[in-house]
């Protein structure tokens, strides 16, 4: 199992901008694909952007493409998501996830994921 401590939420009016952090303890962090979701009031959790175990492959919601960049390090065992362009649409919960096998793909199903942070509010007003 992987402990995931997530930082970095916070108020922010649209147009600005936000970097998540995703601290990860417990397991070998590089093994692992990696990815970053989201749950606003009343919808169901979305997957925002996804990392390979490397950092070489990434995978984002149309919806956040050209605004986000999810990257990590490894040495730091910490995964990161620049959130650019902030439109009130992306107020949410941010959840960081780590991913149930080590694989070399990228994976974009919540099934996919065993292991979750509390989660960070990020709210952008308008």
């Known amino acids: 199992q992987v402990q995931l401590v997530e930082s970095g939420g916070g108020l922010v009016q649209a147009g600005g901008s936000l970097r998540l952090s995703c601290a990860a303890s417990?397991?070998?962090?590089?093994?692992?694909?990696m990815g970053w979701f989201r749950q606003a009031p009343g919808k169901e959790r979305e997957l925002v952007a996804a990392?390979?175990?490397?950092?070489?492959?990434?995978n984002y919601a149309d919806s956040v493409k050209g605004r986000f960049t999810i990257s990590r390090d490894n040495a730091k065992n910490t995964m990161y998501l620049q959130m650019n362009a902030l439109k009130p649409e992306d107020t949410a919960v941010y959840y960081c996830?780590?991913?149930?096998?080590?694989?070399?793909?990228?994976?974009?199903?919540?099934?996919?994921?065993?292991?979750w942070g509390q989660g960070t509010q990020v709210t952008v007003s308008s």
């Open positions: 417990g397991r070998t962090f590089s093994n692992y694909p």
């Open positions: 990392i390979s175990w490397n950092g070489g492959n990434t």
């Open positions: 996830a780590c991913a149930r096998y080590s694989s070399r793909t990228i994976l974009t199903k919540y099934s996919e994921y065993s292991d």
